[in-house]
């Protein structure tokens, strides 16, 4: 995952992400787009499970999903998720065996064009692959963007824009994709902000200079107001494979 281990965050994931009516928001696009309602759905990048198990019991989705994190995997097969460790770019599952292929937060973490092309061998004759990505146009409006100078264009390398995710996703074998926006708009508490960076919540972080990073982390703690206000922007895709799994 790009050289950034997820076992160490799988204790505190979910309290540093809350599950919120902005997080049901995203969900109902993503079930939407892909037409996940009562689908064969794989979900990669499963983290702890939550998404896999809200398709479960609110799309009524039978679900497999996979994550490269043996302790994100343990978390979610504690919510009945059928999640197992794996790996987007080599999936352990037979060709033509899905109808949607969905990841929420995750694309930047993978090689995308090997990922990209092992989805749609997963997916059956005009199955979808619906993703969920943060839109890089925004990282200027993320609440700890000033503290951290290099942040935004480390994650400008990660995370791909709408014009460049659609053409990876046609090279890989899929049609022009549907693309949405979406810009939602946060509070969190001071303290809730300060976990998020003394912990490295967010794996950016880890690829800070270990200078910018104590820096930035004190100056927070010094400056940061009692609530933190800001714009989240997202990127939704849906595609439809061109080509019968092989």
């Given at each position: 995952m790009n050289g950034v281990s997820f076992d160490g965050r799988a204790a505190r994931y979910d309290e540093l992400r809350p599950v919120d009516d902005q997080w049901w928001e995203v969900f109902d696009a993503l079930v939407r787009l892909g037409t996940?309602?009562?689908?064969?759905?794989?979900?990669?990048?499963?983290?702890?499970?939550?998404?896999?198990?809200?398709?479960?019991?609110?799309?009524?989705?039978?679900?497999?999903?996979?994550?490269?994190?043996?302790?994100?995997?343990?978390?979610?097969?504690?919510?009945?998720?059928?999640?197992?460790?794996?790996?987007?770019?080599?999936?352990?599952?037979?060709?033509?065996?899905?109808?949607?292929?969905?990841?929420?937060?995750?694309?930047?973490?993978?090689?995308?064009?090997?990922?990209?092309?092992?989805?749609?061998?997963a997916l059956a004759p005009a199955g979808r692959i619906v993703i969920a990505t943060e839109d890089p146009a925004t990282f200027d409006d993320l609440w700890f963007g000033e503290l951290f100078p290099s942040l935004a264009d480390i994650d400008r390398a990660r995370f791909p824009s709408a014009e460049r995710l659609s053409a990876e996703l046609v090279a890989a074998g899929f049609a022009a994709p549907t693309v949405e926006h979406k810009a939602q708009e946060r509070t969190i508490t001071r303290e809730h902000a300060l976990e998020i960076l003394r912990t490295k919540a967010y794996s950016t972080f880890e690829l800070l200079p270990g200078d910018e990073y104590r820096d930035g982390l004190a100056q927070a703690e010094r400056e940061l107001p009692e609530a933190v206000t800001y714009r989240f922007g997202w990127i939704f895709a849906s595609a439809e494979s061109m080509t019968s799994a092989a």
């Open positions: 996940l309602r009562g689908s064969r759905v794989l979900e990669v990048g499963c983290g702890t499970g939550r998404l896999s198990q809200a398709l479960e019991e609110r799309a009524l989705a039978r679900v497999w999903a996979i994550d490269a994190a043996p302790a994100m995997v343990e978390k979610a097969r504690t919510l009945g998720v059928n999640a197992r460790v794996g790996r987007a770019e080599n999936l352990p599952f037979k060709a033509g065996w899905f109808d949607a292929v969905v990841a929420r937060m995750a694309i930047h973490l993978l090689d995308r064009p090997t990922a990209f092309a092992e989805a749609r061998r």
